[in-house]
């Protein structure tokens, strides 16, 4: 395991000043991923940004992890529809 690629827990929590179990809550919706090794709870660093702006969210508009996890959802799908129009709009086109 690439140790210099995850971050505990713990130290995240201190560091972007939020409760670990807030961070488990959301681990527990499917929104975030946590690894465990050895009975300690790290963060992939490549994860960080969507760690960043869920609690971003959470601390500018007050949202619980429920309703982050339906933001999330929401947004996923905004993206997917995106792509779906762009795609269409290309094929479109390609007739015009």
Excluded: C, W
């Excluded at 505990?8 to 929590?13: I, K, R, Y």
């Excluded at 991923?33 to 992939?44: D, G």
């Amino acid at each position: 395991m690439e140790n210099t690629e995850l971050i505990p827990l713990d130290t995240f929590s201190i560091h972007y000043h939020v409760e670990a179990s807030f961070i488990n809550a959301l681990y527990e919706l499917q929104v975030v991923e946590i690894i465990t090794h050895e009975n300690v709870a790290y963060i992939a660093v490549s994860h960080l940004p969507h760690l960043e702006k869920l609690i971003r969210l959470h601390n500018d508009f007050k949202l619980d992890s429920e309703a982050l996890a339906v933001a999330v959802h929401l947004l996923d799908k905004i993206g997917s529809l995106q792509t779906e129009l762009n795609t269409l709009r290309s094929r479109l086109n390609l007739y015009e």
